[in-house]
Each structure stands twice: as structure tokens, then as C-alpha cells.
């Protein structure tokens, strides 16, 4: 089983940037696709960026596209997640997973809080 580990969240003002980190255990995160998540309370998690195992292409959800960026360095076992021009709608709980064809593969970390205040 694979264990992820997500920091780098904080406050923030809007406009700001973050840079997530989500560290991964075991040998098997580089032959996989991963992704960010968020969630607010009351909502459904939602996929915000996804990349493929080798890198070379990525997926943005239309509300972060040219703000965000995902990146993988697979020698470390970690997926990131820089975010800039930061906007009250991104304040959210993110979560990072392997994605798979039917969406995410493993356990839930326990992910890190971004609150964006306006």
C-alpha cells in the first residue's frame, strides 16, 4: 500500500502563490499517473491537475488552467503542485493520489489545508 504525505499548505493572500508538495512510499509511484485533489466542506473532492508517469502530459480543471502547475520528480518519489495568482475559491483541503482509469488508486493522506484570504 502506498502511503502519501501532503504539506506546504498555509494562508495565504489572494494573488499569492504556494508551492504542495505530496510525497509518496514505495516503489511503484513512477509507473503511475498522479493528481491533486481539493475539497471543501460539504462537496465532493475534485480533480484539480493530473500527470502522466513520465511527465510529458498534464490535465487542469478549467478553474486553475494557467495558474497552476503539476510537476513529478519520480527520483524522489513526489508529485507537486505550484499554484499562483491565488484566489479565495482555491482555499480547500488538497489531497494528492495515483489516478488510475477508474480515478484514484490509493488511501487518502490527510492532506494539506491552502486558505486564501481575500
Known amino acids: 500500500q502506498v502511503q502519501l504525505v501532503e504539506s506546504g499548505g498555509g494562508l495565504v493572500q489572494a494573488g499569492g502563490s504556494l508551492r504542495l508538495s505530496c510525497a509518496a512510499s514505495?516503489?511503484?509511484?513512477?509507473?503511475?499517473?498522479m493528481a491533486w485533489y481539493r475539497q471543501t466542506p460539504g462537496k465532493q473532492r475534485q480533480l484539480v491537475a493530473a500527470?502522466?508517469?513520465?511527465?510529458?502530459?498534464?490535465y487542469y480543471a478549467d478553474s486553475v488552467k494557467g495558474r497552476f502547475t503539476i510537476s513529478r520528480d519520480n527520483a524522489k518519489n513526489t508529485v507537486y503542485l505550484q499554484m499562483n495568482s491565488l484566489k479565495p475559491d482555491d482555499t480547500a483541503v488538497y489531497y494528492c493520489n495515483g489516478r488510475g482509469f477508474n480515478g484514484p488508486l490509493w488511501t487518502w493522506g490527510q492532506g494539506t489545508q491552502v486558505t486564501v484570504s481575500s
Open positions: 500527470i502522466t508517469s513520465g511527465g510529458s502530459t498534464n
Open positions: 514505495g516503489s511503484i509511484f513512477s509507473i503511475n499517473a
